[in-house]
């Protein structure tokens, strides 16, 4: 179970508070995958960052009593001067897992070729993804953060990416955000609208997106 509990997330801009989510509370439970639906500069991203623990709420508290992994897409947990493998290395022992299986797993999994001894820095934004994707994939979580990982690569390794994941619904659920419709029915049963620092929750993830067009065709 993951609870937000009164969380409010602002930034300043230009004098004026920009909030993400203001005074909310929501429970995220196990057993179902949640579709995170909201326009482009809602904060869907940094609502991710929020719920993994990278960044901390301007307010209130987020409960996590289950293992919950870093956002798939987001690179900001890499060391850019360190090389592909050694931030694998340094994962694993932050998560107590085997180093040298994961080692190996995301070598074979990201497909990086000789860039996986290479800095980080030097890697495209599609090479950290993939990085990102392997880590997460390569360690047991009960929920995954999922932010539009699935777009990277070519056919292959999206169908690899969406083998892995049917794989891992049999024993976690997904939290995903993503502007695509099939890829979030593909994965997801439920779903949140984020519109206006507000979260409004639909059990059925078709009635999310279509109440995420909704808002869409209204502003």
Known sequence: MIRLDRVTKGFKLK???RYI???VSFTIPRGDSIGLLGRNGAGKSTLLRLIAGTIKPSS????RRANVSFPLGFQGSFNGSLTGEQNVRFVARIYGHDTEDLVAYVEDFAELGKAYQMPVKTYSSGMKARLAFGVSMGIHF???????????GDANFRRKCKQVFEEKLNHSDIIMV???DSALKDYCTTGVVLEDG????????DDAIAAHNANMARR
């Open 142 to 152: 009960d929920y995954y953060l999922v932010d539009e990982i699935t777009a990277v």
């Open 60 to 63: 209130g508290r987020i409960i």
């Open 15 to 17: 004098g004026t508070t």
């Open 21 to 23: 989510v203001k005074d």
């Open 178 to 180: 993503s502007h695509t």
């Open 198 to 205: 507000a979260l409004t929750y639909y059990p059925n993830i």
